[in-house]
């Protein structure tokens, strides 16, 4: 009995010692399923998506808390490692949609602690992950490493502005905020989006490293139309000034052409990766970075035609949440597989 006691306690070690920066993935992919089953009327079942996404936020917050305590040299690396270091950033972006989701459920008070401890974080890590890229001297450039979980420091960034408009009275300069910082990250988009490109057309892909996590191109243009939708929001509300409306409306739809026109794409990488190369199938915390841009793309959809009064895109946007759902499901199937094989 001790044996297998000790067996445990040495597994689950090795799980916190080795556990991904990126691991709040699975946060963000199920909270934003949960909003957005409940934009699209079922509010029973995005409840259970939305406390689920809940449950993994206090779990992966209490492990992470952990690995700092017993593994810090772990974390430090992780930080001066520009393949890994942007997904911290998963901790904001799961913060915010968490908060989002339990504004949705009418606890205002827990929302803004929960959205506010994310902000805090953000704007750390909005300084030193980039600081670190480029003090730090390595054997090669830091635009070798860059892949698509470098797009989470859009997401998040997106996150907190999407926080700031969904809460407009956090402080005077509220909605203000919400605007810069939407701003903020459609330039970020911009700026990451060339090195990414630059990186992929500059050094060999191989199957191994055109992970899944590419998808967050995608889900970096659709979370900043979701934003952007909600500060359309305060535009037709009269909390911003109405000018700004067609200007914010013109970039969402500008960014939602070039996300979906991504899709194919990414579904030929992927394609290339499994069928050409026969890499395995198998869970990896990658695979959250499919589901998260499908259930931000379907509520964008959902958000951006009900502000401009687009009764398809909102009806697109409603069914195809459902194509989120099939794949957080199969994620799941993929991730209890791995842990029958192990057992």
Known sequence: MNAIST???????????????SAFSSVMATGIVGYGL????????GQFFSWTAVALLVVL?????????????AVVNDLL????????FTVVAAATVVSLDLGTLGYTRTSLAVASAGGVLWVGLCYVIPALLVLIERPEPSI????????????ATQAVAGTFAFHPGIFSLGNIAALAIWLLGCMLYLMIATLVTVRMLRYPNHPETLSPTYWIFMGATAITVMTGSQLLFLANEGVLEPWLHPMIAFTCFALLSVGVWFIPLLVIFGY????VHRLP????????AIVFPL??????????????????????????????VAAWVGVVLLWLGMLLRKS
Request: proline share 3%; aromatic share 18%.
């Open 61 to 73: 917050t209490a492990v992470l808390g952990y690995r700092l305590i017993r593994y810090r040299t």
């Open 7 to 21: 067996s445990n306690t040495h597994t689950f070690s090795r799980w916190v010692a080795k556990l991904p920066p």
């Open 81 to 88: 490692n520009p393949s890994a270091s942007f997904g911290f």
């Open 38 to 45: 409940g934009l699209a009327g079922h509010r029973l079942i």
């Open 272 to 275: 290339w990766r499994h069928v």
């Open 295 to 324: 259930g931000m793309l379907a509520s964008c959809c959902q958000f951006l035609g009900r502000e401009t009064d687009f009764a398809v895109l909102q009806q697109f946007g409603q069914g195809f949440i459902w194509v989120a």
């Open 281 to 288: 199938l198998r869970y990896e915390t990658g695979l959250w």
């Open 144 to 155: 070798a490493h860059a892949h698509g979980t470098w797009f989470l420091w859009v997401v």
